[in-house]
Nanobody, 116 residues
Framework: QMQVAESGGGLVQAGGSLRLSCAAS????????MGWFRQAPGKGRDLVAS????????FYANSVRGRFTISRDSAKTTVYLQMNNLKPEDTAVYYC?????????WGKGTQVTVSS
């Protein structure tokens, strides 16, 4: 089994920045893909950004491309989401997820609130 845990959420004004972290522990060989999802009140959970170790592929949702950057540490077990120029519509609970062929492991989420 693997566990993932997020940290770094909080309250920020529009235009500000936050960096989220997600640390994987346990069976970390099951973390080829690590991604960030978000869920705003009353809405579904959407993929924001992801990173695949094999091939180094990254993905960004159109709504965050150019403002958010996903990266991994050298040990490959922690993934970061640098969020710049935050907008009120970025307000959501952000979840980290990981797996090899699907997102099998999920964190509990961290709240990001952007005030206007």
């Amino acid at each position: 089994q693997m566990q993932v845990a997020e940290s770094g959420g909080g309250l920020v004004q529009a235009g500000g920045s936050l960096r989220l972290s997600c640390a994987a522990s346990g069976r970390t060989e099951d973390s080829d893909i690590m991604g960030w999802f978000r869920q705003a009140p009353g809405k579904g959970r959407d993929l924001v950004a992801s990173h695949r170790l094999r091939g180094g592929e990254t993905f960004y949702a159109n709504s965050v491309r150019g403002r958010f950057t996903i990266s991994r540490d050298s040990a490959k077990t922690t993934v970061y989401l640098q969020m710049n120029n935050l907008k009120p519509e970025d307000t959501a609970v952000y979840y980290c997820a990981a797996g090899n062929y699907a997102y099998d492991y999920w964190g509990k989420g961290t709240q990001v609130t952007v005030s206007s």
